[in-house]
């Protein structure tokens, strides 16, 4: 399995974290990754456009969906023995 350690710099001083930026950090880890394992973007479909919805049962996520037949089946698997169970869009 093909594999990547980055190192962002050494941070000992609150100081320092200040002087680095988080979201250009995180864009140029995701454009390397791109060049180095030659990614492409995946194309876009109607499910890819769905909203996820997250299914949590007492506390635990046990799935995550696009599609209202999973997260329904999910609850009835689980609705009789869950103290809580909640959905939630992501």
């Known amino acids: 399995m093909s594999a990547l350690l980055t190192e962002n710099g050494f941070i000992d001083h609150a100081s ?29 479909n109607r499910k890819s456009n ?20 999973n997260v329904l089946r999910t609850v009835q698997r689980n609705v009789r023995t869950a103290q809580r169970i909640s959905i939630e869009n992501v």
Do not use: C
């Open 50 to 69: 769905m909203a996820i919805k997250r299914v949590i049962v007492d506390g635990v996520q046990v799935g995550g969906y696009a599609e209202e037949e």
């Open 16 to 44: 320092d974290a200040k002087k680095l930026w988080w979201q250009a950090v995180a864009q140029r880890h995701v454009n390397g990754l791109v060049r180095a394992f030659n990614l492409k973007r995946k194309s876009t």
